[in-house]
């Protein structure tokens, strides 16, 4: 028996869509058949990006987003509505981090992370979840599905990266929060921990020889690539998930079990 996902008449919200991970997922979502909400500060990569779904076909809007600012976020999701329908499904993607020894992060660094990684994913969350929620009391058979991004980061401690780790630790648990909270409403919630995966962010990075020795270091000694998520993100956002809520799944090429 084979299973086709499709998306067709699905509104996919995605946040820090800009680049990297968050550009690979809307696109993918695109080519299922979504309409995908592409969502960051930087609007002009945006539009870049909506372009090529939409050469590809699809069908793509534009929203401002600053996760670290509470009213941007309402702004952004209502926006959203507004331009494409009821938000189905959020891909909770936006994040940051630095590289640096707990005893030289200052209160600067802490921000800038524990406010996106943490503090707006959650706002953001919340803020999808309350029109999606009052949808399903509407109607109970309405399914939604928020998938945060967290990272093999929030399961174990890696080095120099020790406030990135807290903060995804922080999703993690988030994530569980919420699919028990919201699960009654018909909201899976899940979370997805990439492990060490090449995009145009971090290329320059793991062509030094430290980025050279992490990649040694890896169990079967290779970076993943963005697609590599691909069928987990389908999985999770299609209605084939119905009975997956509250899973932390990670993608890590076996990092995590080493």
């Known amino acids: 028996m084979g299973i086709e996902v499709n998306f067709e008449g699905k509104i996919a919200l995605i946040t820090g869509a800009s680049s990297g991970l968050g550009a690979r997922f ?11 909400v592409l969502a960051s500060r930087r609007v002009e990569r945006l539009k870049e990006l909506r ?4 050469a590809d076909g699809g069908a793509a809007h534009v929203v401002a987003l600053d996760v670290t600012d509470y009213a941007s976020i309402k702004s952004a999701v209502a926006h959203a509505e507004t331009e494409a329908g009821p938000i189905d499904i959020l891909v909770n993607n936006s994040g940051v981090s630095t590289t640096q020894r707990l005893i030289d992060v200052t209160p600067e660094d802490y921000a800038y992370m524990v406010d996106t990684n943490q503090r707006g994913a959650f ?3 919340q803020e999808v979840a309350k029109r999606m929620i009052a949808r399903a009391k509407g109607d109970p058979r309405k399914q939604h599905r928020i998938i945060n991004i967290a990272s093999v980061a929030g399961l174990r401690v ?4 020790g406030v990135y780790c807290m903060s995804k630790a922080a999703v993690v648990h988030m994530t569980k929060s919420m699919a028990v909270e919201w699960g009654k409403y018909g909201l899976n919630v899940n979370a997805i921990c990439p492990g060490y995966i090449g ?10 020889d430290q980025g050279k020795q992490l990649i040694n270091m890896l169990p079967r000694k290779r970076l993943g690539k963005p697609e590599d998520l691909d ?11 119905r009975f997956i809520n509250g899973a932390i799944m990670t993608a890590d090429d076996g990092m995590s079990a080493a």
């Open 26 to 36: 809307a696109k993918v979502l695109a080519q299922a058949g979504a309409q995908v």
């Open 51 to 54: 372009a090529e779904i939409e």
């Open 123 to 125: 706002f953001m969350a």
């Open 158 to 161: 890696l080095p120099q990266i």
């Open 199 to 208: 995009t145009e962010i971090n290329e320059d990075h793991f062509g030094t």
């Open 231 to 241: 069928g987990l993100l389908l999985l999770l956002a299609s209605e084939e998930s």
